[in-house]
């Protein structure tokens, strides 16, 4: 297993054969470090405190290479940021199994909305979102799906993580599932702001074995949004957690 280092404000970085394993001349995004192809199953990318990437067109990165484990360093407004911007289809695809993405800072800045931002694949099972964080700023710049999960996929877990989105907006909801999936765990995540369908929709079709656990869910949507919606087949596990809606039925 190899290290690797990405740092946009490294005076060394560069997106080139031969950058990213010395945190002087890391490379410069993490679209590069997967695009070369240098990385392999059980390695390490570290991306550095203060590090910032544009997202400005459809599959702007793609995370395909099973077993990369992704760690943004530092906190607050100096964790790794990657903003979506230019355009509703710009998206950071998810493509292979076995990640885990941890502690990066995600941010809509495109006028009308990002119609999904993270677009997890067909395939991509075993996937860990580890403290990772949406965030919304102006209700004109938003994502309409902060994450979408495509379906046949199995193992997908959102732990620590916060979704916040502007209130008096257009967001639909924070994760959506497309379609019959496995095991999707969502635990000791927060969900603040307005999602006119629901914060977690889940209702495409029926998914195995959901858990859901330690949440805090505020849905301020005044008429539509709920908490969690799953198809009326769903067997799953819901527990210690609050949700306030304007629903009167909020699961």
Same mark, same amino acid.
């Given at each position: ?99 885990? $993405? ?46 979408? $999960? ?102």
């Amino acid at each position: 297993a190899n290290v690797w280092f990405v740092d946009s404000g490294a005076a060394g970085k560069g997106d080139t054969i031969g950058s990213g394993q010395n945190p002087d001349a890391p490379f410069a995004t993490l679209a590069y470090a997967f695009s070369s192809d240098l990385m392999g199953s059980g390695d390490v990318c570290y991306v550095m405190p203060g590090h910032a990437e544009t997202v400005a067109a459809a599959q702007g990165i793609i995370m395909d290479i099973a077993g990369v484990k992704v760690i943004g360093l530092g906190w607050g407004g100096n964790r790794p940021t990657f903003t979506g911007t230019t355009g509703a289809t710009v998206t950071i695809e998810i493509n292979a199994a076995n990640l885990w $993405i941890e502690n990066l800072l995600f941010v809509a800045a495109f006028t009308n909305g990002i119609t999904q931002f993270v677009d997890v694949k067909t395939g991509s099972n075993d996937l860990m979102f580890k403290n990772c964080q949406w965030r919304e700023d102006l209700n004109t710049q938003e994502f309409l799906v902060g994450v979408t $999960i495509e379906a046949t996929i199995s193992r997908v877990t959102f732990d620590g993580c916060r979704f916040t989105s502007v209130i008096a907006g257009d967001s639909l909801a924070a994760i959506k599932t497309e379609g019959a999936i496995t095991n999707l765990r969502v635990i000791n995540c927060t969900f603040v702001g307005d999602w006119l369908d629901a914060v977690i929709d889940c209702d495409a079709t029926a998914i195995t074995v959901p858990e859901f656990g330690n949440l805090m869910i505020r849905n301020a949507d005044p008429t539509n949004g709920f908490g969690i919606t799953i198809d009326t087949a769903t067997i799953g596990t819901f527990y210690n957690s609050h949700i306030l809606t304007q629903k009167a039925n909020t699961v």
